[in-house]
């Protein structure tokens, strides 16, 4: 009403508002989707500052939560920067417990009776070392037979640990179970990858 009494014209830029409103509207909206999607994972507690978590292509420890960005190291070093609108889902393996999971390839004359009786023995012995005893939560077990494959057999051993230490639990196993085999003259397969094979995780960057 007073730029009306004054002189100015108000059409041009009622018309110029009308299509500026909703260009920044449209601009906006992934800007306040970062924001609503930070406050939900603020209040469900989805990960924290110190949490190793798995975003998608981003996977590492996260530095820095806020309401539009999330900031995570990945193994490499590199800092992403994540709005936290495109976080469509999230592993977090700092929570409660983790598991460790490592998988003992042996061939087929083996006897599975026996590499059970090795696997359940190591396990018994990395339970009982001071060490290692307060990051393991339950005792190790040997789930059995995972793979038949043209380069032998695949046993599967687990243990639940504490957050964050199931990547050192697991390397410690499998050197054990390693030696163990050794000793009891039971084969791995000589051309067999999974012994060596793990995910990114597992390749050393969590201590232990």
Do not use: C
Not at 17 to 31: E, K, M, R, T, Y
Not at 96 to 112: M, S
Not at 150 to 160: N, Q
């Amino acid at each position: 009403m007073v730029l009306d009494q004054v002189g100015i014209a108000l059409g041009p830029l009622l018309a110029g508002a009308g299509v500026v409103g909703p260009a920044i509207g449209f601009g906006a909206q992934s800007l306040v989707a970062d924001y609503l999607s930070g406050l939900l994972v603020m209040i469900e507690d989805q990960y924290g500052v110190g949490d190793f978590v798995d975003l998608g292509e981003a996977v590492g420890e996260v530095e820095q939560v806020g309401l539009r960005l999330t900031h995570v190291r990945d193994l490499n070093g590199g800092l992403w920067h994540i709005p936290n609108g495109e976080i469509l889902r999230v592993r977090n393996d700092s929570q409660e417990w983790a598991r460790a999971v490592p998988d003992v390839p042996v061939t087929y004359d083996a006897d599975l009776h026996r590499v059970y009786r090795v696997l359940e023995e190591t396990g018994r012995t990395l339970s009982e070392d001071p060490g290692y005893a307060d990051l393991l939560l339950e005792e190790v077990s040997v789930w059995g037979v995972q793979v038949l494959d043209a380069d032998g057999v695949t046993v599967r051993v687990a243990v639940r640990t504490v957050p964050l230490q199931q990547w050192g639990v697991t390397r410690e196993l499998r050197r054990r179970v390693k030696e163990a085999l050794d000793e009891a003259a039971i084969a791995i397969p000589y051309t067999r990858a999974v012994w060596m094979r793990g995910d990114a995780q597992d390749a050393g960057f969590a201590p232990g």
